[in-house]
């Protein structure tokens, strides 16, 4: 591909080490050579929010299609997108085996994982199809999460590294996970790590007001929204940062303060949700994943009005508390949908060329029989929306959860002859 190609519509800002690339404009080719104006597909995006200990099944269902779809309690959150999602029940992950562990380890790669204190499993599809985009992009993927992994080893021998990581690199290591906020935000722009006391704008915004004066009415709104939505996020990474510092003990002079993870569960993932929005809307990279909560969790949630943690809960998961649990990391979910869903890209949104994924490794405790899953978004138009699917009796071979990603990859441009434990592709995705 032409160097040129890739930006034929993006238009970088830069300033004293730091470049914001802003959104798709229209107006992009007055600012490009005449070999940068020609038209281009908007960038393909895909991201993966993953919740640990299953969901709460009486209350996970979907039927109907497109605007007349039904959704459970669970995934009622989701009902503004009804005709963005595809609610998929009934995939098979051969190699998770039940019990806990190995199940959120292979979750990404389908791989068979190695039992004692050797680590090995397989490169999980986020990171193929991170290497397969990575000349096009800043960063080959963001990898967050809002629960700390932990080590050791669990009854069935199996290492916990694997119940605290989906995204691998290599079969040997998982991709580390970025908890803070700030540092992930920081990792997009590169430059400035470190300085987040003051705006990455701060440098560039000499330059956004002479590109809004050349470029069109609706591109001015989309470099305006864009923008605020920056420095929005900046705003509520600096006020976190502050009370870290204000709780913490004293820190040496001219040393950044200390990065905070918020207490409040919903505020901490909105915050990673907005990170993962500004990378996607501002093509810094196009994988991300989200460990929202891992394997045997020990997330609590106060607000819920619960007392004890995610995992005890989950051994209990058809009653109120769990449901509770589901539903909230479900709103979590939804509200990058939404965020996606309002960002203009050429005809479409940010939403429309992007595919964001939430899974689990259980249906319930300890039962990997079937993946509880949901895609918003149709990847450019690569990939129909609107429609439900279940596909329990379709008999073991025809319900990989592998094939679906063979599915995926192959409207992202990357067509692989097999992947974990697949070799064809979903029927009917």
């Not at 098979?92 to 004692?116: E, M």
């Not at 970025?178 to 915004?205: C, K, M, W, Y």
């Not at 109120?320 to 869903?341: G, M």
């Not at 509880?372 to 025809?398: E, I, M, Y």
Request: neutral net charge; contains cysteine; hydrophobic residues 35%.
């Amino acid at each position: 591909m032409n160097t040129h190609d890739k930006f034929s519509r993006r238009v970088l800002l830069k300033g004293l080490g730091i470049s914001v690339a802003l959104p798709w404009l229209e107006s992009g080719h007055l600012f490009a050579s005449e070999a940068a104006a020609k038209p281009v597909r908007a960038a393909q995006r895909f991201a993966c929010l993953f919740i640990g200990d299953g969901i709460s099944p009486p209350h996970w269902w979907a039927k109907g299609q497109g605007a007349q779809m039904e959704l459970g309690p669970s995934l009622e959150a989701l009902a503004p997108y009804k005709d963005k999602l595809n609610v998929i029940d009934g995939l098979f992950n051969q190699h998770a085996g039940g019990g806990h562990a190995k199940c959120t380890g292979n979750i990404l790669s389908g791989a068979s994982l190695k039992r004692g204190r050797v680590i090995h499993g397989a490169v999980s599809m986020d990171q193929r199809l991170a290497r397969h985009l990575e000349d096009d992009v800043a960063v080959p993927s963001l990898v967050v999460g809002c629960e700390q992994p932990v080590s050791g080893f669990h009854e069935s021998q199996y290492s916990m590294v694997y119940a605290s990581h989906i995204s691998w690199s290599n079969p040997d290591s998982p991709v580390p996970i970025e908890l803070h906020p700030s540092l992930a935000f920081d990792s997009l722009f590169g430059g400035r790590t470190g300085t987040l006391q003051n705006s990455i704008l701060d440098d560039v915004l000499e330059q956004a007001g002479d590109l809004r004066r050349k470029v069109s009415n609706s591109d001015r709104v989309k470099i305006d929204e864009y923008l605020n939505s920056v420095r929005e996020t900046e705003q509520r990474l600096q006020r976190l940062n502050r009370l870290s510092a204000e709780e913490s003990v004293a820190v040496d002079p001219g040393q950044r303060p200390p990065v905070g993870q918020p207490k409040d569960f919903r505020e901490y993932c909105r915050l990673m949700c907005d990170v993962i929005a500004l990378a996607f809307q501002a093509d810094r990279t196009r994988i991300a994943t989200m460990l929202m909560s891992r394997d045997l969790s020990g997330q609590v949630y106060p607000f819920l009005n619960i007392k004890d943690d995610h995992h005890s809960y989950s051994h209990s998961n058809t009653g109120p508390e769990y449901q509770s649990i589901v539903k909230c990391h479900i709103e979590q979910y939804a509200y990058l949908v939404d965020r996606l869903a309002r960002m203009q890209e050429g005809d479409g949104t940010v939403l429309d060329n992007s595919c964001i994924m939430f899974v689990s490794e259980h249906w319930n405790a300890h039962n990997s029989n079937q993946v509880p899953l949901v895609l918003a978004g149709g990847l450019g138009g690569k990939l129909q929306t609107g429609r439900t699917f279940d596909f329990v009796k379709s008999g073991n071979d025809k319900r990989k959860l592998c094939s679906l990603y063979l599915s995926l990859m192959d409207r992202m441009g990357l067509e692989l002859p097999e992947f974990g434990d697949a070799k064809e592709r979903l029927v009917g995705i």
